[in-house]
């Protein structure tokens, strides 16, 4: 009795030269996927990871995905009043898929942070991460939005995002922005309670938060995830004349699966 598979076969004889090409396969037609991941030391002031990468022999096809670092938490910077905070937000996403050949080189760059803590009212925005290479360029995601402290205490708090991503934006086949972290409340003269949290990096994860009870000084001193948002310093209280710093975003992250 024949089996399936007897039936599903095509002899390669069979099949005119040059009409299955490598453009044309699906990206799970191929059996072998081998997976390989490119960033830096998971600590603050991190300075990512570049490196130049060659396809081993066989590959035809890679896809590639992107993370930018995530941006820095904002410092306490109005040390005699009491402020209300936003929290950083986690790095872009982006990633494409592309036809290669065997001993093609990339340049691999997995964003890193900004170079120390934060003592101003804002911090910096994550760096990029980006390729370049054989069939890629201009190939990036970029970092994730700055933290933010504010003594107005006239500005409303509400959460928002902080740029229009189109899905292929940035030399890629689909990519995602992000969101910005909320704004912590209430803002008013030796205020406690103020609680907030950066974002994380699309499809990274992971989970940090921020806040000030009784505590009126704090630090954003503790290192993140990958890609995630930075945490800030905090003041909650009029006269104290000490500030806490801001502390940096997780490094960028670049994986490439190749088949």
């Known amino acids: 009795m024949a089996n399936y598979a007897d039936y599903r076969q095509v002899p390669s004889d ?34 990512g990871c570049c490196c130049l990468w060659t396809t081993p022999t066989g590959v035809r096809r890679l896809f590639w995905e992107a993370w930018g670092a995530g941006g820095n938490g904002h410092g306490s910077c109005s040390c ?7 929290g950083a937000g986690g790095g872009y996403y982006n990633s494409k898929m592309i036809s290669t050949g065997e ?3 990339y340049t691999v760059c997995a964003g890193g942070v900004y170079r120390c803590w934060s003592q101003e009212c804002v911090g910096c925005q994550g760096c990029t991460s980006y390729v370049n290479g054989f069939n890629l360029s201009n190939f990036c995601a970029i970092g994730g939005w700055r933290g933010e402290a504010d003594g107005n ?27 910005y972290g909320s704004w912590s409340g209430p803002f008013n003269c030796h205020c406690h309670h ?4 950066p974002t994380a990096a699309p499809f990274l ?10 505590c009126w000084i704090r630090c954003g001193c503790w290192n993140v995830p990958y890609g995630h948002g930075g945490q ?25 699966t190749y088949m």
């Open 14 to 47: 069979q099949i005119p030269a040059g009409t299955v090409t490598n453009a044309k396969l699906a990206f799970d037609a191929r059996h072998c996927f081998c997976v390989k991941w490119f960033y830096g030391t998971p600590c603050c002031c991190s300075p």
């Open 80 to 86: 005699d009043r009491c402020q209300h905070f936003v």
């Open 103 to 105: 001993q093609c080189q």
């Open 153 to 179: 205490w006239a500005n409303p708090c509400f959460s928002y995002w902080t740029c229009c991503l189109g899905p292929t934006a940035n030399g890629g086949d689909f990519g995602m922005g992000n969101h």
């Open 194 to 197: 103020h609680y907030t949290e």
């Open 205 to 214: 994860g992971g989970e940090v938060g921020q806040g000030i009870n009784v």
């Open 232 to 256: 800030g310093g905090m003041s909650v209280y009029c006269g104290s004349g000490v500030c806490g710093q801001g502390g940096t975003g997780g490094g960028g992250v670049v994986k490439v």
